[in-house]
Structure formats: structure tokens, C-alpha cells
């Protein structure tokens, strides 16, 4: 079943913080994060696993509220290179089967 | 180390032709995906294998779709006969099972006339 995500799009000013929210319906055993430049192939962020942990990744960290089925992005001091479209993918278990959200559309300006 | 590698990049075809898109895997890698993205539906989730094996197809669209791993490093999604609607860019993404990130390859933009 395929995640929910909020916003659908965001626009920052360099230097702004912006939080990417990612929500499922059913228990989660894992969540991912890629972001999509335009034209390109999604690239791996991070993974958080079943556990409530929180990860980072220079200035973008996210965490997994299990209990909540939840997990949220976080990017701080946002930089031009941060613009793309953010996605949440989603595990119900340890087997791969990965959904993605819509994804986010995160545009950062000068 | 090569990334994952798909072909052809760009497929132009006519309603009615078979399709066939290739995705060698990483090496050392033995998880297997195949993605569609449109602007309509996102980023869907076709088919994937562990170890060669097909685990869930549930996304493959209907009959005329069909994917095969024959060895453990090369994928084919073949479409037969292409539709308009099946116009998007198709990604084939590897990794580990049980380590779960996943490594996309380029994508193959196939329009189907």
C-alpha cells in the first residue's frame, strides 16, 4: 500500500529549513528516502529500520515514529542542491517489497 | 565499480511492437526491481526478484507485461504488444536482500506512438 506524503511541493529560500512528512496506513518494518533531480534516477539518502531511530546525512536527518507509522524529513540551512523530489519508500516487512509515496517537490531558491 | 546499467536509454515505438528493456544488475548484488514513473502515477513498482526468484508481481500491469532474471546478473521487462499508455520511464534499481538500499539505474524513457 502506498505511503502518504506532505507536502506535495515546498519552495525554500537558501538558508530556510523545510520538514517532509511520510505516512502509512499499515505497521512499518522500514522507511527510505530518495531524492529525484530532474531527469535523473531517484538516489538513496537514508533508511531508518523498525526501532524509532533517527538518522542524518550532513544537514537532512529524518526519524521514524513506529508506533505512529510515521516518518519525517528534516533539512536544515537548505542549500540550491537540496531542490528535487523527495521520496518516502516504505516496508511492511523485511522482504522488499518497497512502495513510494507521491513524492515532495522541494524547490530551493537564492 | 559500474552502477547499475539499463538499455537502451531511449525507446521510440509504435503501438502494437514488443518492447524489451535490459538492466544488468551490480555486481554481488541479488535484489532486483523494476519501476515505472509517470507523471499520472508516480513511481510504481512492477516486479521484484530475490536470488533470480520472482517474490511479487502484483504491480506488473496486465498480461502483456512480463520480466525474467535469466542469471543472477541480467533482467529483461518485455512488453508485448506496447500501448501508448505504457509511454514512461522505466527504472531497474539493485541491492542486497535484507540490507534493503536500493541503487537505480538511469532508466529507459520509452514512447510508445
Known amino acids: 500500500q502506498q505511503p502518504v506524503q506532505s507536502p506535495q511541493a515546498v519552495i525554500l529560500r537558501e538558508g530556510e529549513d523545510a520538514v517532509i512528512n511520510c505516512s502509512s496506513s499499515?505497521?512499518?518494518?522500514?522507511v527510505h528516502w530518495y531524492r529525484q533531480k530532474h531527469g535523473e534516477a531517484p538516489v538513496f539518502l537514508m533508511i531508518l529500520l523498525k526501532g524509532g531511530e533517527q538518522k542524518g546525512h550532513e544537514k537532512i536527518s529524518a526519524s521514524f515514529n513506529e508506533k505512529k507509522q510515521q516518518s519525517s524529513l528534516y533539512l536544515t540551512a537548505s542549500q540550491l542542491s537540496y531542490s528535487g523530489t523527495y521520496f518516502c519508500g516504505t516496508e511492511n516487512d523485511i522482504m522488499g517489497d518497497m512502495r513510494f509515496g507521491a513524492g515532495t517537490r522541494l524547490t530551493v531558491k537564492p | 565499480d559500474a552502477g547499475v546499467i539499463q538499455s537502451p536509454r531511449h525507446e521510440v515505438t509504435e503501438m502494437g511492437q514488443e518492447v524489451t528493456l535490459r538492466c544488468k544488475l551490480i555486481s554481488g548484488h541479488n535484489s532486483l526491481f523494476w519501476y515505472r514513473q509517470t507523471m499520472m502515477r508516480g513511481l510504481e513498482l512492477l516486479i521484484y526478484f530475490n536470488n533470480n526468484v520472482p517474490i511479487d508481481d502484483s504491480g506488473m500491469p496486465e498480461d502483456r507485461f512480463s520480466a525474467k532474471m535469466p542469471n543472477a546478473s541480467f533482467s529483461t521487462l518485455k512488453i508485448q504488444p506496447s500501448e501508448p499508455r505504457d509511454s514512461a520511464v522505466y527504472f531497474c534499481a539493485t541491492g542486497l536482500a535484507g540490507v534493503n538500499e536500493q541503487f537505480f539505474g538511469p532508466g529507459t524513457r520509452l514512447t510508445v506512438l
Open positions: 499499515k505497521a512499518l518494518y522500514s
